[in-house]
């Protein structure tokens, strides 16, 4: 199908965007180990009370490493912009993948598997709020992992871990709507990789 041709290449656009983003976060790193080699950092002045330049530091090597901290600083948020289109993108088109998919098998999905997990929490601008998940969605599948082999948390926080920049797909109920998503768990400003909570359904909620 070409949604799903289209899916496929949009997630392997946000993925080498991620794996760009790691890249210039590692050289941030290696540069800023250069200004505390130096005990600077990207505001202190490097002359001295007479103006001439510092002779406690090497100067042009802070100079280079402030100019090029400055450019991938704009890379990095350039970068995290596309990625935040990206991923909107990737989550329209699984949206889509949804409703081209016939009725038929959303309703053979829906006898066949039931929610064991509930979302009782979802934090602003996380992975999971721009994925589309929302408080009291009730969790079909979460990658690998349904009512039939889940046992305890630790087996979605095991999954998690180790698909960090990597799509994982989720299906949920909604009320009477079976929906498909696609979660890419990574760091973001808030804790954990996804930015939400899940808790186990008992059978008699079920």
């Given at each position: 199908?070409?949604?799903?041709?289209?899916?496929?290449?949009?997630?392997?656009?946000v993925?080498?965007?991620?794996?760009?983003?790691?890249?210039?976060e590692?050289?941030?790193?290696?540069?800023?180990e250069?200004l505390?080699?130096?005990?600077?950092?990207?505001?202190?002045?490097?002359?001295?009370?007479e103006?001439?330049p510092?002779?406690?530091?090497d100067?042009?090597?802070v100079?280079?490493?402030?100019?090029?901290?400055?450019?991938l600083?704009?890379?990095?948020?350039?970068?995290?912009?596309?990625?935040e289109?990206?991923l909107?993108?990737v989550?329209?088109?699984?949206?889509?993948q949804?409703?081209?998919?016939?009725a038929?098998?959303?309703?053979?999905?829906?006898?066949?598997l039931?929610?064991?997990?509930?979302?009782?929490?979802?934090?602003?601008?996380?992975p999971?709020e721009?994925?589309?998940?929302?408080?009291?969605?009730?969790?079909?599948?979460?990658?690998?992992i349904?009512?039939r082999?889940?046992?305890?948390?630790?087996?979605?926080g095991?999954l998690?871990?180790?698909?960090r920049?990597?799509?994982?797909?989720?299906?949920?109920?909604?009320g009477?709507?079976?929906?498909?998503?696609?979660?890419?768990?990574?760091?973001?400003?808030?804790n954990?990789?996804?930015?939400?909570?899940?808790?186990?359904?008992?059978?008699?909620?079920?």
């Open positions: 199908m070409v949604v799903d041709m289209e899916l496929q290449e949009a997630k392997d656009y993925l080498q965007l991620m794996k760009d983003k790691d890249k210039i590692s050289d941030l790193e290696d540069l800023k250069i505390d080699a130096n005990h600077v950092s990207m505001d202190d002045t490097l002359v001295d009370s103006g001439y510092r002779n406690d530091i100067v042009y090597q100079r280079h490493a402030r100019h090029r901290i400055i450019c600083r704009n890379d990095h948020r350039a970068l995290m912009e596309k990625i289109e990206g909107h993108r989550h329209a088109l699984a949206g889509n949804v409703e081209n998919s016939s038929t098998n959303s309703t053979q999905d829906s006898v066949q039931e929610p064991f997990l509930r979302v009782n929490l979802v934090s602003p601008d996380s999971a721009i994925t589309g998940i929302q408080v009291d969605d009730l969790i079909l599948e979460f990658g690998s349904d009512c082999n889940f046992k305890s948390l630790k087996d979605i095991t998690v871990q180790n698909s920049y990597k799509p994982i797909n989720v299906k949920i109920k909604r009477s709507n079976i929906i498909a998503l696609t979660l890419i768990p990574r760091p973001w400003v808030g954990g990789l996804l930015g939400c909570n899940v808790i186990p359904i008992e059978t008699v909620e079920r």
